[in-house]
């Protein structure tokens, strides 16, 4: 397994310089620049903020950004918020999208599995019927859905003292965005843990235990949850990148100033270095996460082999 | 059992502690909170163009005048006095001695050269009001094409450190309000060393080892004293090509250079208005102290501001809601209209200096992308009258925008500049719309190609109104036109390209004079999107110009006006209203056409704290 990792680490830095090159070009065919304001910009002054910030053409671009990642760590200054630099932003904003990432992904995997697990043991009772509920409402309810209620909630009277509205530092302000994050991995983990449960309550060491005289309790929690933790480990993998590099509704809804929104403000402004930065933070997470997931596989199923030859 | 339930308890650690490291630290409470429009886009002079990046620059920097935080006329801020030559072309401005910097500086008609040469050497947007300078336009010419000419023939001129002369190229009767305008304001060159960024890299590293050697630090050097100190660099034993550089440099006064915006920044950031910038954190608050150093701190009330960062605008007014804020300075037509609606006392609306109108495309041709260039029919004067006439604005201003706005039949918006009067404009007359139609050759709308009207698809109110002109245009004259929205920054491309047929735009005012409205439509100006061209509408302009004579100059500017209101290379549909939330303890604040903020006279009469001294 270790020359499984080494492999896969060598790996990143090609996948990440690709995903960089096919960024970057998407970005510049897009028609607009950075530049141009709310008027009609003078040729003089979008050629001088052109030269600098080094953005007169795409070469240009490559020629001094790219070099500036490897050699200083840093991003370059971002096109928009000129007075900040790109790597100053994501210090600002991601700890925010992990802190409130971390939350929403915990309740998910709690809830979902604690809930998934009870349908599949509890089959056509009372469990299954609220995971079953879940589900429905987590996947079919848009994120800004449920985020919008969550906010008028916060703003009903008896309430106004306990959740602050876009607001963002005291442990309350990551409740009610955490739960509005929350519900849809929630939902897919409760479907997946009930599906994959009901497969292994369903196998012979099953069987042997109970006759064996072992409580229900310590069958299904420490046994079976191992087993049935598979497939819902597969899906946490781009779920944490996902959840953890921020989303776009949850923190416009709830004024949260995280790395969400700079995925669709770098877009519609046009600012090439922010963009390629937050998409750069947000694939090594993807990657990052996903071998972190393959490890734990073995970890939680030793029968599993990540070996790249194997099939 | 206890094993499972150390995960769920680990992870709850875990994220009590990241939430403490990413919370925004210290709670306080300022004396004056408030939501801006938006984020902070940029606070570099140069570079600012938006309405929230303005307002707080008024609140942190001050020029020669500023706005009177009553009357919003330019009062004496950083000048004390001035005087103006018989001819109207020369201006000599007396600077206020106990004017300082945040960092205890004086301010002298030297940082004022600094700030305006710096337009010059780096346009910016703004950069064209400085051409009534004498030479401004010929200095940053050259000075782009590498050979400028020299500086001190520009009509800026510090006579001593306490005064400052300006030669104009025609008599500016409102030079007043342009040197109130934040682009006009001094900066401190001494504090902006550190980030100053040459463009010539490799040879100031040589020059700054040389002066490192003489115990003399290149980042604390303003730009003079290094060209003072270059001669000793080129005598050294340098190759003939640096010395070459160095005689340019000394031959034209001028390192080029740029600065990082980062200067801008606190703790770095050295400003001379009422208010400090003291903290900025990215996307969440800015902090502003009452400077201790101000000259007039005495008649600053409040000693805290907290600006906090909203761009959601259901969000924002929830936070004003909470209680949290004390002011929402602007909020968006369709939340004012509601709130109107249900009659509240806190809601502010006031005439805008700015006008939502259709530009039209004046050009004999189509361009390409519509109907691959074809005849224009909007390029017929009779067709855009009858266009214009055809609209009932009324209904517009009372079923969509519903805020009490006023319609429009002229560009300028009548009324927000005290001395000027808009002649009538076209009026509503579907009959007259008509039969100009059909004199230009298309009778009941027959044979009238059906044109696309661009807007931008993140503004619901256009969507809305588009759809009502395209009804009303349907049933008044028979025409058929052809809705398009397209994502923000694509339809100002296509607008500023001229590549539409009719597009829903709007315009406001920089500055209190006709010609900030007026000077779009010369021919010549970049942003003239009609491409509209009136040969006697530029020869009035350029005779306002060169008229010294207040009264008379208006007199000129209006029969200007008039040929926009005639002509209708855009048609007017409603001037603008600006809405904002505001406590009734929040005094100081008067609402204004300009949306201008004067800090200084912020005053709250809340029962107890009323912010001391």
Known sequence: ?311 | MLRLASIPIGLMLLVLGALFWSGSGKARKADFTFINRGDIITLDLNLMSYQQDFRLTYAIREGLYCPDPETYEPIPAGAESHEVSPDGRVWTFHLRKSAKWSNGDPVTAHDYIFSWRRFFEEPGEYTYLFYYIKNAKAYETSYTSGEPIDIRSVGMEAVDDYTFRLTLNDPVTFLLDLVAFPPFYPRNERSMTAFRDFNDKPMMNLVGDYLAKQQKDIKKLTQAEILAELPGFAAQNTSADTKAAVAKMIRYGSIKHTYLNEYTRPPNVVTNGPFMLTEWEFKRRLWLEKSPTYWDRDAVHVNTIEMVVNDNVLSQFLQYEAGTVDWLADITTDLASELRARGRTDLRASKAFGTAFLTLMCKPQLPKSIFNGAKNPLADQRVRQALAMSIDKKFITERVTRMGEEVATTYFPPGTLPGFETLPGLPFDVAKAQSLLAEAGYPKGKGFPALPILYNSDNPTRARIVQVLKEQWKQNLGIDVEIESQELKIYRNRVTEKDYAIAMVAWYGDYPDVSTFTDKYLSTSLQNDSAWANMQFDQLCDDATKEADAAKRMLILQKAEALIDTEVPIVPLYHYVNCSMRRDYVKGIKENPRNLTVFKGLRLDKAGSNGAN
């Open chain 1, 1 to 311: 397994m270790p020359r499984v990792i080494l492999y896969r680490l060598l790996q990143l830095p090609i996948i990440l310089a690709v995903i960089y090159l096919l960024t970057f070009l998407l970005a510049w065919v897009a028609p607009g620049d950075p530049f141009s304001g709310e008027r009609a910009i003078d040729p003089v002054v979008l050629q001088t903020l052109r030269e600098k910030y080094n953005a007169t053409s795409p070469l240009s671009f490559l020629s001094s950004y790219p070099l500036r990642i490897i050699t200083e760590g840093s991003f370059g200054p971002s096109l928009f918020y000129k007075e900040w630099s790109v790597n100053d932003i994501i210090k600002a904003s991601l700890p925010v999208s992990i802190t409130l990432g971390l939350f929403a992904l915990a309740i998910a995997v709690l809830v979902g599995v604690g809930v998934g697990t009870l349908a599949a043991v509890y089959r056509d009772g009372a469990f299954d019927w609220a995971s079953l509920s879940i589900s429905l409402i987590g996947i079919s309810l848009p994120s800004f859905v449920t985020a919008a209620l969550l906010l008028l909630l916060s703003s009903v009277p008896a309430m106004q003292g306990v959740f602050a509205v876009g607001s963002w530092g005291r442990p309350a302000d990551v409740i009610l965005p955490g739960l509005a994050l929350s519900l849809a991995p929630m939902a897919y983990i409760v479907r997946l843990t009930r599906a994959s449960m009901l497969d292994v309550l369903g196998s012979d060491f099953v069987r042997t235990a109970r006759a064996k005289g072992l409580s229900r309790n310590i069958v299904v929690w420490k046994h079976c949850l191992k087993n049935a933790f598979v497939p819902v480990l597969s899906y946490l993998g781009p779920a944490a990148a996902v959840t953890l590099t921020g989303s776009f509704v949850v923190e416009k809804v709830f004024n949260i100033p995280g790395l969400g929104q700079h995925f669709v403000n770098s877009v519609q402004s046009r600012d090439q270095t922010l963009l390629l930065g937050v998409v750069m933070v947000y694939s090594l997470f993807l990657l990052v996460f996903n071998l972190l997931v393959d490890i734990a596989y073995v970890l939680v199923d030793p029968r599993i082999d990540i070996s790249a030859k194997g099939s």
